[in-house]
């Protein structure tokens, strides 16, 4: 049973004066708390451990008051699960493996999802510890991503090799999509509000391929917990969705990055489901007057909507912090938007 707070609100459609606040990447590197985890522990014992992930994830909600916490831990751990070994550097992931037509997943199902269940156990220590007038939020990543760091080892750059290979594609789905079914049903057993799915090279994609090769596999993920997953694809352009701008199927939401117009995106006519974003997280890197006016010039357009209109938005920034932010303007941030909403 879900407790009733302004982030839960927001998944229910109700309209709110004053939109629920979180962030991707709200607990990281541009955090001094997340500094301090960092000069004890590795990021990977970070994520793996339950209790320090726990902690991480709720040192940035008591520092900016957010009003959900999000899981601390990372997409790409099912690439582990599956054989394909992963370990982080101070330069990101490093998948040790890749990807390829000889690649044989010998392992069970069950066998994956247990190496996987400090995930979930991590949102269950979340849960426990975190106010009631907070929300939680769990995550895995999309398969099209997942693809793209198996057999690239980055999303960065063209991505010749996975688009090129899109029937190493299928046979790398039909491994990854149970796993990621399972991953999600088990955060939202351990207490998560809202499940997010985070597919940051989908953007990469044509609209064509995206629709004809990642569509029905993410139709398939949000299928299996309706109306309890989110959706995010960076860089996704409208053609990429069947409506202009959600996926078919039974998403929560979607996430927007700021390439959208979100006034626009709130104010369609028969929207369905919840709406995140989607300040552009590179004008976080501003300071006092000109990150006020930047801030200003966001909300403006969607200030003069109406909250029925609103109903449904959880507002937040494009895309994750980025490390170097200043704090100080996270805080301006979250400061403006509940002055200028209210």
């Known amino acids: ?46 994520c793996r451990n339950p209790e320090l992930s726990a902690k991480v994830a709720l040192a940035s909600v008591e520092d900016f008051d957010f ?39 010998r392992r069970s199902l069950d066998s994956i999802s247990a190496d996987l269940a400090f995930q979930a156990e991590a949102v269950a220590a979340t849960r426990r510890q975190l106010p009631t007038d907070k929300g939680l939020i769990g995550f895995i990543g999309g398969p099209w991503t ?26 790398f789905a039909r491994t990854i999509v149970p796993v990621l079914e399972r991953a999600a049903a088990r955060q939202l057993a351990a207490g998560a509000d809202l499940v997010m799915v985070f597919d940051t090279a989908a953007g990469e994609l044509s609209p064509e391929a995206f629709r004809r090769h990642i569509v029905p596999d993410l139709t398939r993920i949000a299928s299996s917990a309706p109306g309890r997953l989110g959706y995010f694809a960076r860089g996704a352009h409208p053609a990429h969705f069947d409506d202009g701008q959600s996926l078919p199927g039974d998403w929560a939401g979607h996430g927007f990055d700021w390439r959208w117009s979100l006034a626009d995106v709130l104010a369609k006519p028969g929207r369905q489901g919840f709406v995140q974003g989607n300040f552009d997280p590179a004008l976080l890197h501003l ?56």
């Not at 390829?100 to 997943?105: G, H, M």
């Not at 997942?146 to 046979?171: C, D, I, N």
């Open 146 to 171: 997942l693809f793209v760091y198996a057999v690239e080892g980055t999303h960065r750059g063209s991505l010749a090799h996975a688009k090129s290979s899109m029937a190493l594609y299928r046979r």
């Open 67 to 105: 009003d959900a916490a999000i899981l601390f831990s990372d997409l790409l751990f099912p690439l582990d699960a599956i054989g394909l070994g992963l370990t982080y550097t101070d330069d990101g992931p490093q998948v040790k493996r890749r990807f390829s037509k000889s690649t044989a997943v």
């Open 287 to 342: 300071e006092g007057r000109r990150l006020a006016s930047a801030i200003e010039e966001f909300l403006a357009p969607l200030a003069s909507l109406k909250p029925e209109v609103r109903r449904g938005w959880i507002c937040g920034l494009g895309h994750g912090v980025l490390p170097g932010t200043p704090e100080s303007s996270v805080r301006a941030f979250v400061k403006a938007v509940r002055r200028r909403l209210c």
């Open 1 to 46: 049973m879900r407790v009733t707070n302004a982030f839960t609100q927001a998944l229910a459609g109700h309209p709110q004066t004053r939109p629920p606040i979180w962030c991707m990447r709200q607990a990281g590197r541009y955090q001094r708390a997340y500094q301090t985890f960092r000069r004890r522990h590795s990021f990977e014992t970070l």
